[in-house]
């Protein structure tokens, strides 16, 4: 247990069978990268990538470099995408060494790669990242041939994927089926760009969870499961059409520090858990006692909630306020869309408490 009165805990089993569930849809040549960004979603990214690569786990992706060279810090060898990219920022050495693989969409970028990668006598591996309709950083389809022309003679740089990113794979209309397909065939179009350059096609990725759920025909070498891996379906998504069941890894928790007096009727308990802690203000209920306790207030750094009646409650009763307690739950996308905001967003507000986790490789309860 923790010391702290504002916690997250976090089931690094259940992401493990988050994950055996996402790779039962992929053919068997597909592989999976699994998505660790901002701290694995909030979750923890050392615990969580440690997991997935004991769950067979193919790559995975970190949004920056220094995400990147924390989890090598950390023992994680496999291989690891940063899907930021930019100019020349001098980093290009360290991840090289570190044998990280970068996100390239300049020829700049790859010959600074191509650099460092000769002087440390390693391959500098990298995947070029096509823009095809996202409104993202990317190379566009029509440039790839140029691009590909000006790597030909770089012997360190390493081509060893190429890949881009839908936008509007998570909503199920004819007018984004057809925005989803046309940015498939983009993307395939600087796909057959590849395959005269004589150096062997780039491992080529486009799925993002959307469309690991939605779209099995554009799974192509590889796909690259975000929110899925934790349990939170893509927005849109239709519960009576559900492939798979996954499970939200992820509870919020903390305990009443006061029960005070009466209110308008109602008796309050003091949380100590606020918006610092991530609390948006429009949460409206937490549970309590198994039951549901609504919020009257949220200040910067604790909440009063009125207590059910008929509950008896004293201070140290353990609250949820992302989670399962007795027979109910409060799943971290009802709180977003209390928030009007996107599940990602509060689960990552949570990523700087204190985490303790369950099952995995770690031992039981340890602390982050
Ligand atoms: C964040 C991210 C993903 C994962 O997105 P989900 O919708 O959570 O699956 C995939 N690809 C790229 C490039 C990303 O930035």
Redesign the pocket.
């Known amino acids: 247990m923790t010391q702290s009165l504002v916690w997250a805990e976090v089931d690094l089993d259940i992401i493990a069978a988050n994950f055996r569930h996402i790779k039962r849809l992929l053919r068997g040549s597909t592989k999976l990268l699994a998505?660790v960004?901002a701290d694995a979603?909030g979750h923890g990214a050392l615990p969580v990538a440690r997991t997935l690569a004991k769950a067979g786990a193919d790559y995975l992706?970190v949004?920056t470099a220094d995400e990147a060279l924390a989890l090598r810090e950390g023992g994680i060898e496999l291989p690891i995408l940063v899907?930021n990219t930019g100019l020349p920022d001098g980093q290009e050495e360290v991840l090289v060494r570190r044998d990280i693989t970068q996100t390239v969409c300049t020829p700049e970028l790859a010959a600074a790669i191509d650099r460092a990668a000769r002087r440390l006598q390693k391959r500098g591996l990298a995947h070029l990242k096509v823009e095809t309709g996202m409104g993202r950083l990317g190379i566009g389809v029509e440039e790839v041939p140029a691009f590909l022309r000006a790597v030909a003679s770089l012997r360190g740089f390493y081509l060893e994927g190429i890949?881009s990113?839908f936008a509007v794979a998570?909503e199920d209309t004819p007018f984004h089926n057809r925005y989803t397909l046309e940015q498939y065939n983009r993307f395939l179009e600087a796909l057959a760009s590849c395959s005269n350059t004589g150096r062997g096609r780039p491992l080529a990725h486009i799925a993002?969870?959307?469309a690991?759920l939605n779209y099995p025909q554009y799974h192509l070498d590889m796909v690259?499961?975000?929110?899925?891996i934790y349990g939170f379906y893509?927005r849109g998504d239709d519960k009576e059409r559900r492939l798979i069941e996954l499970l939200p890894a992820l509870s919020w928790k903390t305990v009443v520090v006061q029960v005070g007096g009466v209110t308008e009727g109602k008796r309050m308990a003091l949380l100590p858990v606020g918006r610092s802690h991530g609390l948006p203000p429009a949460a409206r209920e937490v549970l309590l006692a198994g039951r549901r306790a609504a919020v009257v207030k949220v200040e910067l750094d604790h909440c009063e909630v009125a207590v059910p009646e008929n509950v008896e409650i004293a201070p140290g009763a353990e609250v949820v306020l992302i989670g399962r307690q007795g027979e109910d739950e409060i799943s971290a996308e009802e709180v977003a869309g209390w928030a009007g905001t996107i599940t990602?967003e509060i689960t990552c507000r949570l990523g700087n408490l204190p985490h303790v986790f369950k099952g995995g490789s770690g031992a039981e309860g340890s602390l982050y």
């Not at 690259?224 to 899925?228: E, F, K, L, P, V």
């Open positions: 998505v960004k979603y992706a949004a899907l890949y990113h998570d993002n969870s959307a690991i690259r499961a975000g929110c899925i893509p990602e």
